[in-house]
């Protein structure tokens, strides 16, 4: 079955620190990656797509397909970056259309 | 301003009432979406719809029910609420495209006694 995961439920890193949040997927093919976030009282919001391979806040993704992966990284942390991370897959539902798989995301904690 | 709205934000309602969960966008989407989150636990899509008179059920089962008359609204209605319905109930819209972007509306929290 295809399948993305986030092994890490809670992840705590002190300020400055680098960060890797970990998302793998097991399946073939080209998968279709995001990576999405919600802050304190914010609503969910897009972060990253592996398909624009774009720096957004300092965060970055590489799709890596030998070791069918996503992870998001930053290499300082900031107290800001505290919150829900979720790499959901896109996958096709039919009629043209797509739709997003959501796993349990990773809570970040930047300690001060 | 181009936007996605959810109302209300909290409802706190009695067992085997009927309540009405209403979403509505102005970003002139064509696809809508309802996912339902539990404390801690994962997004599960409960409804979807390409466009007006269109209405599918996501993964997850739910009792809920949809309707899409308007392009910009999209209202989710339990007929008789129970308390294993306590949740937020997420909104969402896109245009539908490969790799397109979701926007989320704030959500609503339901908590039914």
């Known amino acids: 079955a295809q399948r993305v995961t986030q092994p890490e439920k809670l992840l705590s890193v002190f300020k400055g620190a680098p960060v890797e949040l970990k998302c793998n997927y097991s399946?073939?093919?080209?998968?279709?990656l995001f990576w999405y976030v919600q802050y304190s009282r914010q609503r969910l919001q897009l972060l990253l797509r592996?398909?624009s391979r774009e720096s957004i806040k300092g965060f970055t993704a590489d799709l890596n397909k030998g070791e069918t992966s996503f992870h998001l990284k930053k290499p300082f942390a900031q107290e800001e970056d505290s919150a829900m991370y979720y790499c959901p897959r896109n996958a096709y539902s039919g009629a043209g259309s797509y739709q997003l798989t959501f796993g349990k995301g990773t809570k970040l904690s930047v300690i001060p | 301003e181009a936007d996605i709205y959810q109302t209300p934000r909290y409802l706190v309602i009695g067992t085997g009432k009927k309540i009405t969960l209403e979403c509505s966008q102005t970003m002139g989407h064509d696809k809508m979406y309802w996912y339902q989150q539990d404390p801690g636990m994962e997004l599960h899509l409960i409804h979807y719809s390409y466009g007006v008179n269109s209405t599918e059920k996501g993964d997850l089962s739910s009792e809920s029910t949809v309707s899409r008359i308007r392009t910009e609204h999209f209202p989710l209605t339990l007929e008789s609420a129970r308390p294993s319905h306590t949740s937020q109930y997420l909104c969402?819209?896109?245009?539908?495209?490969?790799?397109?972007?979701?926007?989320f509306g704030p959500g609503t929290r339901l908590l039914v006694l």
């Open positions: 399946y073939s093919g080209s998968p279709e």
């Open positions: 969402a819209s896109s245009k539908g495209q490969v790799q397109e972007t979701q926007y």
């Open positions: 592996h398909i």
